[in-house]
């Protein structure tokens, strides 16, 4: 995000000669334009020192947070400032202040604030890393006390991972420490944790010290599941509560859990699961989301959807599903949501409580035009959404057509994130693969040059295991190779142009739609203009100087991008067409005053009998040509012209493929003060 400012008062004193202070000097107001105190966080990240499973929890860490000042960005009287964590499995971090009241700073515009990162529920975390991430919420707060979100510290990439490598040693952790049970006698049905997780590849034992608790354990990745079963021995026990442990050992090591059990006869129940959903939408996705839960209802009751926050589009009931659709990404203001969905039968009420963040995970620039030059440094952020993401993969799928040739090329990329976003430069990547031209077509109609590129733009956030945690697409962006030219629609920088009477104007521009100054230029001209056809590709339309209508001859031709200047005419003149940055071939009138040559280079060499003998010769051809007169809006062109790739030149009838080999522009040269110049070119010979 671009540096917020402040317009503050810098006040200076000014006083007469010799006088040093007092009455007689004045202060002056000076208001500038000065960067705000802004979300900042030192560390910007915390790694905590590796733990083993059954040592003691890793000591505090201490992180100072540093608030904006949105009383110049905003209009509330007062903000507050909140904590929200991102948590995917076990919350291992409790984060305090004396100054956090729960989740909630309990004191109005802090400046700056010291929390402190507390280790919590390591019994319950699997060995591997572990990350949460937090980030501080601001919230406008009215004279009524009434709360607005107003943003988050994520605005400015302020968003703190804090992460930790969980050991396994020849301990072992579970889920949870106590496990609760719901069983209903009216309906035989048990609710509640379902199983116990235990963080081992290899197989444990447990001992129970109640019958009712009994389990299956079966196999996961990196755990043993333990699953509760409904037997006889629940379904036996009266209304009211019970306690039990299991005992869970692995080699030596052993770890006692509580499992809760409570027993009611109500026929008025139904359940749910999962209760809680935790989701986000990508704002620039236009996106919903699907949630889907379980209606488990043995006693056949009427079951209706009592009501559903504001941000859910819809909540339906079909048979033992019920379905949870969000409203679509583009109907939501960016911040967070929180609401619960409330299901129904008779006097009981269950909920599903949903958390729900709107965010911008990809800003793009490629927005409004109908295609984009390469160079223009349109950028695209990818924020990441995944507290496990560490870097981006951009997928480029490119296709090129121009100049007689066409091809498909795919291109792969990767960026890492920094301070949570990954800035990119795609058209910096499609400028590389452009086709440049090896020749061209002469012609008084419209000549094709190239089709815009067509790229689809693949963005993926990937674990550091190479994993896709999200996919984000622009499909068909239609490039340009090089910048946006000055002249625009036309592809030319240089819209003051010397002319003589023999020379001829190439000009080039897309045909996606007419353009009015070509047209303009066509009420001047003596030959028809073409039929338009609307293509997505640029083609390169010629004008003679001496074709223009009689009356201007000796004129300035011009239309609101062009002036083209009649010099006094030369004997004979040069045309060249010069390959420009945006691999067009623009145009320049030369006077013809020229020389060819041939050097010879010879190959020599020491023989047994001779001291030096000749082998071979090689032979290149320089060719000097003299700009004649030069506006001095046309500096800057010779210097492009010698800094082309190619270039093509037609003296007294003859075309020469050349390249330039001038090293120096001389009437860039203010102490030269000249207003001509020698361009030197290398005929290209072909093999």
């Not at 659709?325 to 949501?337: A, E, I, M, P, R």
């Not at 223009?376 to 480029?396: G, H, P, W």
């Not at 012609?443 to 190239?450: A, K, T």
């Not at 082309?644 to 030149?649: A, E």
Request: aromatic share 12%.
């Amino acid at each position: 995000m671009p540096i917020r400012t402040k317009n503050v008062n810098i006040p200076y004193i000014t006083c007469p000669p010799g006088v040093g202070g007092g009455s007689l000097c004045a202060s002056h107001d000076n208001y500038v334009d000065v960067p705000i105190r802004d979300w900042s966080a030192n560390p910007a990240q915390v790694v905590a020192p590796t733990w083993t499973v059954g040592t003691t929890n890793p000591l505090p860490i201490s992180v100072q947070i540093k608030f904006p000042e949105l009383e110049f960005i905003y209009t509330d009287p007062n903000f507050r400032y909140k904590i929200k964590k991102t948590v995917t499995g076990v919350d291992f971090l409790n984060i305090t202040s004396p100054k956090l009241v729960g989740n909630t700073f309990n004191q109005f515009n802090l400046t700056q604030e010291i929390i402190t990162l507390n280790f919590q529920n390591m019994e319950n975390l699997s060995a591997g890393v572990h990350t949460i991430n937090f980030e501080i919420e601001a919230y406008g707060v009215a004279a009524g006390g009434a709360e607005t979100f107003r943003e988050s510290s994520a605005i400015q990439n302020v968003i703190i991972p804090v992460s930790i490598t969980v050991l396994s040693g020849n301990g072992f952790n579970t889920d949870k420490n106590t496990y609760q049970l719901l069983f209903n006698k009216a309906d035989n049905s048990l609710s509640g944790d379902s199983k116990i997780i235990v963080y081992s590849s290899e197989a444990v034992t447990f001992n129970t010290s109640d019958s009712f608790i009994e389990l299956i354990q079966t196999a996961g990745s990196s755990e043993r599941i333990l699953t509760f079963q409904n037997n006889a021995q629940i379904q036996g026990k009266t209304v009211g509560t019970y306690s039990g442990t299991v005992t869970i050992t692995k080699g030596t090591q052993s770890k006692t859990v509580t499992v809760n059990l409570q027993v009611i006869n109500d026929a008025t129940q139904f359940y749910l699961s999962p209760t809680n959903f935790t989701i986000s939408l990508q704002k620039n996705l236009l996106e919903s989301k699907i949630m889907l839960v379980s209606l488990s209802n043995p006693n056949n009751l009427a079951v209706v959807v009592d009501f559903f926050p504001s941000f859910i589009e819809s909540v339906t009931i079909v048979g033992s599903q019920v379905t949870i659709v969000t409203k679509n990404s583009n109907d939501l203001v960016l911040g967070n949501y929180s609401g619960e969905v409330i299901l129904k039968a008779g006097s009981v009420t269950k909920k599903v409580i949903i958390n729900l963040t709107v965010l911008q995970a990809v800003i793009n620039d490629f927005k409004g035009s109908a295609y984009y030059f390469a160079n223009d440094e349109n950028k695209v952020i990818v924020n990441k959404t995944n507290s496990v993401a560490s870097y981006v993969k951009m997928t480029l799928e490119m296709y090129f057509k121009g100049y007689g040739r066409e091809y498909q090329e795919n291109q792969e990329y990767t960026f890492p994130f920094f301070l949570g976003s990954a800035e990119i430069d795609p058209g910096k990547e499609v400028q590389d693969f452009f086709i440049k031209a090896k020749d061209i077509v002469t012609s008084l109609n419209p000549v094709y040059e190239y089709d815009l590129a067509v790229v689809t733009m693949t963005f993926q956030e990937m674990s550091s295991t190479d994993a896709v945690l999200s996919t984000f697409s622009l499909d068909n962006v239609l490039f340009a190779p090089g910048k946006k030219p000055k002249c625009y629609p036309f592809f030319t920088d240089y819209p003051i142009r010397s002319t003589y009477s023999g020379s001829i104007i190439k000009l080039s521009l897309d045909k996606l739609s007419e353009k009015p100054d070509l047209n303009l230029l066509y009420t001047q001209y003596n030959l028809p203009k073409t039929v338009f056809d609307a293509k997505f590709e640029v083609h390169q339309f010629t004008f003679l100087r001496n074709e223009f209508k009689q009356a201007l001859e000796t004129k300035i031709v011009a239309n609101s991008t062009f002036q083209f200047i009649p010099l006094t005419e030369e004997e004979e003149i040069v045309h060249i067409e010069w390959e420009n940055q945006n691999l067009v071939f623009d145009w320049f009138t030369a006077a013809s005053k020229t020389k060819k040559t041939a050097d010879i280079e010879n190959i020599t060499g020491e023989t047994n009998e001779n001291k030096e003998e000749k082998f071979d010769s090689t032979v290149s051809k320089p060719l000097t040509v003299n700009s004649g007169w030069i506006l001095e809006e046309e500096i800057d062109l010779i210097t492009d012209l010698l800094m082309s790739r190619l270039c093509f030149i037609y003296i007294k009838g003859e075309r020469f493929k050349a390249f330039p080999i001038g090293k120096k522009n001389e009437l860039a040269d203010s102490d030269n003060n000249k207003f001509s110049m020698d361009l030197e070119f290398k005929i290209i010979i072909a093999k």
